[in-house]
């Protein structure tokens, strides 16, 4: 099917260069209520994703119009004829400045197998059920209902410069609710991990964390009144605010005007008290389900720094805006690794504070640096006292707190991230219930 | 013009059927759902035109079969004569084993009704027949009206989606057909002044064809001097407020607070907080709230949903009591409740949940201007920007893009910025004291069921003056 779209490509003398992706994914998916299996799901389909390029000029300035469709593996040769015909006709009103097409390459860096290669479906499905469920021991809390998928993905990407990138990477994924009961109502948690190789430790252990916390949230009190706390921010809170470092760090957000930073910038502003930001891109992050050799443009990848000591060394870019900006292309990486802080979490906890475990979805604008989330759980150390504390919401902006941040020495892994396990706010504005 | 069904879909039905007959011979239950979606996604930009097809684009089936014990499902894209043995023998090896190996949750057969039924949606332009051309010369001409309004506009981006569905669902008694289109269009405006960089957005969708693009312009101007305005917002200061909620927060309210709290696939699961509550007061006595594919005219308006159950209209809340979930076929089955039309799919390659359609609350006997006459100190809350649902605690997470400071009667001017709204729902919808007139649906976004199976809806409703507590 790849090479007879790349023919019907081929025939089109209007285009000026194209690009096929093909994903061919197999999965396999349990659907649990507690422990047992409530349905069982198997999907094998093929996708095609066509994008055809057209170069032009208009008084003496090069464009390159482009148009992305889909090509159906039930599609006939007309129908495909068609939909390529119909890029091709949108892309001629496309009226973007030229940009190259990316080039091929000798070779990409060979990607370590992951586990789930060497056994069937079935076999790892059984295995992650068995992982998951295995710190389910409890009495008054568990897992209430849990979703595993388990999905294989053989990738394919030509152009018409000869990019020819294959790979084969799993991407499995646990989702599950857990729940905990003590004198008043049942409370849930909500988790969801994502992983592309087989670890039944942190499988079971996040499980098993969950699980604590849900029970420190089953006697939680409201959060008080504080209107404003130091606040350390712990789990996938602080991927998120990283999140905001690598989306400002995008050359695609510069030239679209969404970040303003400059290189060799200092990005946290001036007269910073607390830790700098470094922080590198690593395409080849263990256990990453973005863990790739090449980009969506069959661009090859290498790790590379974009934040060095709080200042932006260079920007996160792909063929199209590395030329629009003429800046290093690094490709489009999706793994962050941060470094660690200066300060153990022993450390970082010994003023009164709010640390927050959970909140029912933790938002952060990557555009206004707004950041907010209604507290699901959170311990309040007033001084004296730690106590679980719920309800209410944490918001602030990372702009204006961001000159005092403390991140953690201790680390952690969380499918597209590794850096410090806690980060420290100074001033966060709380909402509180009492 | 009516929306014509897809061509692939009706010529594959002879295949299907075959396949149903085969399976049958094997399994108590067959049944196919079969979708074809297309559309394009246009956006047009200071800095970038974009033509791609929409993300929700897709063509294939998906089989549900009864194993025995319960039920297994199996999605594919690939269909022919000469495959069908391919997909038998793949069905019979990948699926419906488990249940037999591990513990499982028993499901009865489904029984079902005969039905051939089929449904073409209407709409006033075709965007098929709308050439890329002008459609990029359309939103250009809206993205040059906001840009030249003011210095301050980092950039603009006015996108339009197009979508024509068609699906059809057959199993040994049903056989339905379904063809329609969807339209959205946006405008999304970032503002800079000095460090500040702050984005406001407004919405059009509906069972519309393109002439819904026709009234992006007029609402242009209104779009960047609300960007502009939130330059100059200030965070809200912490504390419990009167508000007034637009109808897009209402609609929010109504979605996050009580809408994913009813989702009976929860009350399978033990993780619903409302069916403790069925029957008893759950808002103030001049709240009603609805849920369903035919309840509105909207986002989420069909013949049928993902599991071929007819779409109804489910008041969900009368008179502040609540009266009933909305459910898929399977967690109907188990609870021995009627289905009423909400079990759907973000895809043919997605398994089926129960799920909200057009959530909205139903207009009062208030006029705006008494609503905000009638507030000390508050804010008029507009903008959605996303929230949370919390089924099992009834908590709530809301976040608009800002709020309109009301004092002694009379708006100020003066904004606040994000406006963060928590609470406990049935504190929130017990506080609602006025309910305006006019209901209004938007359904430009999409809904998750926790982070994932996203599906298109609308919610909406009046405005409604109620008691929250912001941060």
């Not at chain 1, 003398?13 to 349905?39: A, Q």
């Not at chain 1, 830790?275 to 690593?282: C, G, N, V």
């Not at chain 2, 692939?8 to 049958?24: A, C, G, H, N, T």
């Amino acid at each position: 099917m790849l090479r007879r779209i790349e023919q019907i490509l081929k025939d089109q003398k209007e285009i000026s260069g194209y690009k096929i992706c093909e994903d061919r994914i197999e999965s396999s998916e349990l659907f649990f209520v507690k422990k047992n299996v409530d349905m069982d799901r198997a999907k094998n389909v093929v996708h095609y994703k066509v994008t055809v390029y057209v170069d032009y000029e208009e008084n003496g300035s090069k464009f390159k119009g482009s148009a992305t469709t889909n090509v159906d593996p039930t599609m006939d040769d007309n129908e495909i004829r068609n939909v390529i015909g119909e890029a091709a006709f949108a892309s001629k009103f496309v009226k973007n400045p030229y940009y190259p097409i990316t080039k091929a390459v000798a070779s990409y860096k060979a990607m370590p197998e992951s586990k789930y290669s060497k056994e069937s479906m079935s076999y790892w499905m059984n295995e992650i059920t068995k992982a998951v469920y295995k710190n389910d021991v409890y009495e008054k809390g568990g897992i209430n209902s849990c979703e595993i998928f388990l999905n294989k993905i053989s990738t394919h990407i030509i152009n018409s410069e000869g990019v020819d990138a294959k790979s084969v990477r799993y991407e499995g994924m646990v989702e599950f609710i857990v729940t905990w009961k003590e004198e008043g109502d049942e409370i849930e948690l909500y988790r969801c991990l994502n992983f592309s190789d087989f670890d039944p430790e942190v499988l079971s252990g996040e499980v098993k964390t969950m699980i604590q916390i849900a029970r420190e949230k089953a006697i939680a009190k409201n959060t008080p009144a504080l209107m404003n706390s130091p606040v350390i921010f712990t789990r996938e809170a602080v991927k998120d605010i990283f999140g905001f470092y690598y989306s400002k760090s995008k050359a695609e957000s510069i030239y679209n005007k969404y970040s303003t930073w400059e290189i060799g910038e200092q990005i946290q502003g001036e007269n910073i008290k607390g830790d700098l930001i470094t922080m590198s891109l690593d395409p080849f992050l263990h256990n990453s389900t973005a863990a790739a050799s090449f980009d969506e443009d069959g661009f090859p990848l290498e790790p590379v720094n974009i934040i060095e000591q709080g200042i932006l060394k260079k920007y996160m870019a792909n063929t199209r805006y590395a030329h629009y900006l003429e800046v290093d292309t690094t490709g489009t990486i999706l793994n962050m690794v941060v470094n660690g802080g200066s300060k153990t979490l022993e450390e970082l906890k010994q003023e009164p504070h709010i640390e927050a475990a959970a909140f029912s979805d933790f938002t952060v604008d990557n555009l206004s640096g707004d950041f907010c989330g209604e507290i699901r759980l959170a311990w309040y150390f007033d001084g004296e006292k730690t106590v679980p504390i719920t309800g209410g919401s944490i918001s602030g902006n990372i702009n204006e707190l961001q000159h005092e941040l403390y991140l953690s020495k201790e680390r952690m892994k969380d499918n597209t991230y590794e850096g410090p396990k806690a980060l420290k706010f100074m001033n966060v504005t709380i909402a509180g219930v009492e | 013009m009516k929306a014509v069904m897809s061509d692939f879909l009706v010529s594959s039905k002879p295949l299907v059927r075959k396949l149903i007959d085969r399976l049958s011979k094997t399994y108590s239950y067959v049944s196919v759902l079969g979708t074809d979606t297309k559309g394009k996604s246009y956006v047009v930009s200071k800095t970038a035109i974009e033509v791609k097809d929409i993300i929700f684009a897709e063509r294939g089936f998906v089989v549900r079969i009864h194993n025995g014990v319960n039920y297994s499902e199996y999605s594919f894209n690939e269909i022919s004569e000469e495959g069908l043995d391919q997909i038998v023998e793949e069905i019979n090896n990948k699926i419906g084993k488990v249940a037999r190996i591990i513990p499982a949750n028993s499901y009865e057969v489904i029984e079902e009704e005969a039905i051939k039924q089929s449904l073409f949606g209407d709409i006033e332009i075709n965007p098929e027949e709308i050439s890329s051309m002008e459609i990029i010369h359309n939103l250009t001409e809206v993205k040059d009206l906001a840009l030249q309004r003011s210095e301050l506009i980092a950039n603009v981006h006015v996108v339009y989606n197009s979508y024509h569905i068609s699906k059809i669902y057959m199993s040994g008694k049903k056989d339905l057909e379904q063809s329609y289109f969807l339209g959205e269009a946006f405008i999304s405006c970032v503002a800079r002044k000095a460090e500040k960089t702050k984005r406001y957005f407004k919405s059009l969708s509906g069972n519309k064809g393109y002439e819904i693009v026709s009234k992006l312009k007029d609402m242009a101007l209104e779009i960047v001097d609300q960007s502009i305005a939130l330059l100059d917002a200030k965070p809200a200061k912490p504390g419990v407020y009167d508000v007034i909620c637009a109808p897009d927060i209402t609609g929010l309210i109504a979605h996050e607070a009580f809408g994913h709290g009813v989702e009976m696939d929860m009350f399978v699961k033990n993780r619903a907080k409302g069916a403790e509550y069925v029957g008893k007061p759950v808002a103030s006595n001049i709240s009603t709230m609805h849920d369903g594919a035919v309840a509105a005219d909207h986002m989420a308006s069909y013949l049928f949903d993902d599991e071929g159950t007819l779409g109804k209209d489910t008041i969900v809340i009368k008179d502040g009591i609540l009266q009933t979930g909305i459910s898929d076929l399977l967690s109907a089955l188990k609870l021995g409740t009627v289905p009423t039309g909400n079990g759907r799919r973000q895809s043919f390659e997605r398994k089926a949940y129960a799920r909200m359609t057009n959530t909205f609350f139903e207009g009062g006997k208030d006029k705006l201007e008494d609503m905000i006459a009638s507030i000390k100190q508050g804010y008029l809350l507009e903008g959605t920007f996303s929230g949370m649902e919390d089924p099992k605690n009834w908590g709530i997470q809301c976040i608009a893009l800002l709020g309109k400071e009301i004092i002694d009667g009379k708006l100020t001017g003066k904004l606040i910025s994000p406006v963060v709204m928590t609470g406990y729902v049935p504190d929130l919808l017990k506080s609602i004291t006025m309910v305006s007139e006019t209901v209004e649906l938007g359904g430009a976004g999409f809904c998750g069921k926790g982070y994932k199976e996203y599906v298109k809806v609308s919610d909406g409703g009046p405005y409604i003056k109620a008691k929250v507590r912001l941060g």
